[in-house]
Every structure is written in C-alpha cells, then in structure tokens.
C-alpha cells in the first residue's frame, strides 16, 4: 500500500497570503488528523477529521482550518499568515478515529512565512 | 489531560553500544503509547505501539519497549546501535489525539 502522500513538499509564502496543503491518506483509512512541528513548540495537533467531519480540534486560532473529502482526502487551510506559522505540518491517517487506533505520517510539507 | 516527558533532549551514543530512550507519562486511564522516529527533513516513521497485553513489545529496525505501569514509562531500546539510527525520537500517548514528547536526538558517534 501506498504511504501517506501530502503535497506540495515545500512552501514560501509571505505574511497576510493564505496557503493550502493536501493531503491523501493511505487507502483505506477514513481518519485524517494534521500536526505543526515547530523548534519552539515542537509536535502539536492542529485538528481531526473523519468522515468528511471535524472530530476534535486542538488549540489553534480559527485562521487554521480543514476539510475531508468523500474519498478520505483532507486539505488544511491557514489564511492571514504570520511568521510564526512557518513550520513542518504533518499529515496522519489511521483506519478509523478513536485512542486504539495507529496514525501512520506523511513526510510532511515544510512552510516559510517571510 | 495526558501528557508524555522525555527527560534527555540529547543522547550520544557510540556505533555497537546499547541505547536507551527514556519516555514518562501521564494518564489516568489504559495509555495506548507509542515511538515514532524522525530523520531530518521526515516525517514520522512508527517504531512500536502498546496497547494492552504484553508489556515487552518489539519494533521495527531491532527496537523494543517496556511498559511499565508502576513507573509510568514506556522506555525505548536497542541493544546494539547502528549509524543510521541517528534521528530524533519521540514517545507518544493517543486520547483521540497524539500528545508527543519533546523528543530526544540521538547521536551516533563511530
């Protein structure tokens, strides 16, 4: 099977743009959760989906958000960017929500805010 | 809320010799714990997960872990180190999210 995919690798932006990441899970996986890696703060959750809903959400202000598609595809949407957005966002996918459940990680898409 | 502490941010570790990486955590309920490894400019790749049941679990690339409930830790080892293990590693508890350690960098010296 396929890994986690998440495009594009790479990112610069500058402040106040909008960017979207995607994301395509491994086959078969409806849940899509989305992680920050930052030096600063390192691994924090951003937010979860499953079936094309919202799970759970972690402690980002509102201009981060996200959607699932019906074929299990997310994207992440960070609008009015700020310098301290510039990090790795990670990608996970499991087979269904829930704590017993493993998250499998994409390599990531590596963004610069100037 | 739970939390996991990994007490060593970096370890350095000479090529053969055994390595050991330390993760405590906070739960009140059954923690289903993992490792995941990062190389640099990489995602995560999952060592090993425990769930329940044996508390010696094995992983890939010769890793294994101790869950011990008395402790509260879910340590990582390898008995023999290989350059390649140079990466940074990170213990994780799920509760519907991962809450992930600082990490600790491992140093591989020849």
């Known amino acids: 099977k396929a890994g986690v995919t998440q495009t594009p690798r790479y990112l610069i932006k500058t402040r106040g743009q909008q960017v979207t990441l995607s994301c395509s899970p491994i086959s078969g996986h409806r849940s899509v959760s989305w992680y920050q890696q930052t030096p600063g703060q390192g691994l924090q959750f951003l937010f979860e989906?499953?079936?094309?809903?919202?799970?759970n959400k972690g402690n980002f202000p509102g201009r981060f958000s996200g959607r699932q598609f019906s074929n299990s595809r997310s994207e992440m949407n960070v609008s009015t960017l700020e310098l301290g957005d510039s990090a790795l966002y990670l990608c996970?996918?499991?087979?269904?929500?829930?704590?017993?459940?493993?998250?499998?990680f994409g390599p990531g898409t590596r963004l610069l805010v100037l | 809320a739970q939390s996991v502490t990994q007490p060593d941010i970096h370890i350095t570790v000479s090529e053969g010799a055994s390595l050991e990486l330390r993760c405590n955590y906070s739960?009140?309920?059954?923690?289903?714990l993992f490792w995941y490894v990062q190389s640099p400019g990489q995602g995560l790749q999952l060592l090993l997960k425990y769930f329940s049941g044996d508390t010696l679990v094995q992983g890939i690339k010769g890793f294994e872990a101790e869950f011990k409930r008395s402790q509260s830790s879910f340590n990582l080892r390898k008995p023999s180190v290989h350059w390649s293990d140079a990466a940074e590693y990170f213990c994780a508890i799920n509760d519907y999210k991962l809450s992930f350690g600082a990490g600790t960098t491992v140093t591989v010296r020849a």
């Open positions: 996970a996918s499991s087979s269904r929500q829930g704590a017993r459940e493993t998250q499998y």
């Open positions: 989906y499953f079936s094309e809903t919202q799970r």
């Open positions: 739960y009140g309920a059954t923690p289903y």
